[in-house]
């Protein structure tokens, strides 16, 4: 059974960090691109960044230089560290597999930026 399980969000100040972990079950995570997607109150999802099965990384304007996704084929997870924080990071952050006919999603993990 395919299963993705994130966890690692929580309640930051501005300028703080936190990791993000997307532990997969039921397929190896390194076979498929594996993105980051975040959703705010009133609005659409979102990609924040992916990683490709070759190790490519890709990045939304708003993530890049203070985000970095990375992949542990071992314990067969992809990370999202999150660096200076802000406000307008805040939202439901979910990892998500695409299989190309089909996509997975992870239950979600919230992250708030707050002083």
């Known amino acids: 059974q395919v299963q993705l399980v994130a966890s690692g969000g929580g309640f930051v100040q501005p300028g703080g960090s936190l990791r993000l972990s997307c532990a997969a079950s039921?397929?190896?995570?390194?076979?498929?691109?594996i993105g980051w997607f975040r959703q705010a109150p009133g609005k659409e999802r979102e990609l924040v960044a992916d990683?490709?099965?070759?190790?490519?990384?890709n990045y939304a304007t708003a993530a890049k230089g203070r985000f970095t996704i990375s992949r542990d084929n071992g314990k067969n997870t992809v990370y999202l560290q999150m660096k200076s924080l802000e406000p307008e990071d805040t939202a439901v952050y979910y990892c998500?597999?695409?299989?190309?006919?089909?996509?997975?999603w992870g239950q979600g993990t919230q992250v708030t930026v707050s002083s």
């Open positions: 039921g397929f190896t995570l390194e076979h498929f691109a």
């Open positions: 998500n597999a695409d299989f190309g006919v089909q996509d997975y």
């Open positions: 990683i490709t099965r070759d190790g490519t990384t």
